[in-house]
């Protein structure tokens, strides 16, 4: 019997790879995201309604996630692995000048999102001994940078909030995985700049980035290791980036 994915942020980036690679797979999908015709577009590439179900949601929305978790049609309700891609970063300003409203949608989205997601899905994964959440986190959440200010902090949430489900679900059978990305070429920068693609080019240009289809490697693999096997976190970055020494201001 195949097996159920839940990619939340499906409309693009790693969500859009992560659906591909499971679809090659075999899994069924539900695909959730704002942007109903990319998920619609995405769902006939992939098989079309026998294999995937679309929901047009905004994780920020408590309500609605838990509503159109419970509401899955049969052949979709048991979800053995959920995705907890949907995120963004917004501004690289520094914090005494960031927008607050910018700041809040990180953290209602990067961090109430993942909650309201995986509280609406994990009871279902426990009763039934068997699921995967697997968390989008990133290189963010544990290493600072100028500008990183909330969406950084955002990410170290999910790397602790990853660590401790997995505290809390010691003797069941449900696995819990934190992938923590560097720089990807996806939509992100550009919803970072607001729109401004000289800016968002400007991230990549002269680099080899990540590619969603480096992450849906991982991710895939990450979900088909032996069930006894749980990957804790995987920290991945592209060969052109590394760390830097620690900044030193002389006056
Ligand atoms: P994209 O911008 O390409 O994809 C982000 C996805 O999240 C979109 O599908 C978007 O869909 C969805 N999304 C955003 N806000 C909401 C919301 N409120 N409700 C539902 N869906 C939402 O970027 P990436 O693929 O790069 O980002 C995916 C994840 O990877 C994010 O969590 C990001 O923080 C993380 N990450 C990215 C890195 C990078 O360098 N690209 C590196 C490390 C981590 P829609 O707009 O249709 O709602
Ligand atoms: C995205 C990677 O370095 O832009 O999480 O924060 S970075």
Request: with cysteine; glycine share 10%.
């Amino acid at each position: 019997m195949s097996k159920t994915a839940l990619i939340t942020g499906a409309s693009s980036g790693f969500g859009a790879a992560c659906a591909r690679a499971f679809a090659d797979q075999g899994w069924k999908l539900v695909l959730a995201a704002r942007r109903r015709e990319a998920l619609e577009q995405l769902k006939e590439e992939l098989g079309g309604d026998s294999r995937v179900f679309c929901i047009t949601l905004d994780v920020r929305d408590r309500e609605a996630v838990s509503a159109a978790f419970a509401s899955l049609p049969a052949q979709f309700a048991d979800i053995d692995l959920l995705l907890n891609n949907a995120g963004l970063a917004l501004g690289l300003g520094p914090a005494h000048q960031a927008s607050l409203d910018d700041w809040e949608t990180m953290v209602d989205t990067n961090i109430k999102g993942v909650m309201y997601c995986t509280r609406a899905i994990l009871p279902g994964m426990v009763a039934r001994n068997r699921g995967h959440v697997i968390n989008i986190g990133s290189v963010a959440g544990s290493w600072p940078y100028p500008g990183g200010n909330v969406y950084g902090a955002s990410k170290a949430f999910v790397q602790q909030f990853s660590r401790n489900l997995r505290a809390d679900l010691l003797g069941t059978a449900v696995r819990v995985t934190n992938i923590e990305p560097g720089m990807a070429e996806t939509e992100f920068s550009k919803v970072r700049f607001k729109g401004e693609d000289e800016k968002a080019h400007r991230v990549y240009a002269g680099t080899e980035p990540l590619q969603g289809e480096d992450i849906a490697e991982i991710v895939a693999w990450v979900a088909s290791v032996p069930q006894r096997v749980n990957i804790n976190s995987v920290e991945v970055m592209s060969v052109c980036q590394a760390w830097g020494p620690l900044a030193v201001h002389r006056g």
